[in-house]
Every structure is written in structure tokens, then in C-alpha cells.
């Protein structure tokens, strides 16, 4: 059974940084997709970063509120996704959820439904 657990969740000043990781355990595949999604108290859930592995072609895609803040890696050897998140803003306050999706499979912020797999979540809280 495929599970990812996300961790690196945690409160923060505007301005600071962290890092969130999530180990996606009984997951075979060379190739797929993954992401992180976050979801904020009376908000729907929102796609923030996207990527694929073990392809050709190397997909990544942000939501434009992130961009140039965070990045979104795999680390191949763990089997982990990463999302760094420099200068954070009371806004980013969510809870994080890490979503994955063996072949075929397709990089999206926009189709909760394209991923298969989910977390349980890691809660970020940015304070002014």
C-alpha cells in the first residue's frame, strides 16, 4: 500500500524559511508524479508546486503565489518529495498535503483527482 507521510510542518515567523519533506513508503515505480498541495480553514485546496520523476522530459510547475519562494525537489535515493519555502508570508498558513500518482500520470496544481495518493497533512502557520 502506497503512503505518503508528510513532516517539517511548524510555526514561523513572516520571513523565515522550512523545509518540508514527505516519504512515500510501498511506492515501486522509476517514474510518476508528485505534489504538494495546501489547504487553508474555510478555503478550498489549493495546488501549490507539481513535478514528475524518472521521464524523458523533467515537468515542474507552481502556483504563482510561490514562485521564486519555493522549490519542489525528489530526492530519488530516499524515495522523498522536498519543498523548500524561502520568505514566507502570513498567507502560506495552510495545512500541507503531499499527493503522488504512479504512469500515466500528469503534472497539475489543478485536479486534486489526478493523484491517487495522499498524505494526512503537516501544518505551516506564518505569523506577521
Known amino acids: 500500500q502506497v503512503q505518503p507521510v508528510e513532516s517539517g510542518g511548524d510555526s514561523v515567523q513572516a520571513g523565515r524559511s522550512l523545509r518540508l519533506s514527505c516519504a512515500v513508503s510501498g511506492y515501486t515505480d522509476s517514474r510518476g508524479c508528485m505534489a504538494w498541495f495546501r489547504q487553508a480553514p474555510g478555503k478550498e485546496r489549493e495546488g501549490v508546486a507539481a513535478?514528475?520523476?524518472?521521464?524523458?522530459?523533467?515537468?515542474?510547475d507552481y502556483v504563482d503565489s510561490v514562485k521564486g519562494r519555493f522549490t519542489i525537489s525528489r530526492d530519488s535515493a530516499k524515495s522523498t518529495l522536498n519543498l523548500q519555502m524561502n520568505d514566507l508570508k502570513p498567507e502560506d498558513t495552510a495545512m500541507y498535503y503531499c499527493?503522488?500518482?504512479?504512469?500515466?500520470?500528469?503534472?497539475?496544481?489543478?485536479?486534486?483527482?489526478?493523484?491517487?495518493?495522499w498524505g494526512q497533512g503537516t501544518q505551516v502557520t506564518v505569523s506577521s
Open positions: 513535478l514528475n520523476f524518472g521521464f524523458a522530459f523533467r515537468a515542474t
Open positions: 499527493a503522488a500518482e504512479s504512469p500515466p500520470c500528469i503534472v497539475t496544481l489543478a485536479r486534486t483527482g489526478a493523484y491517487r495518493y
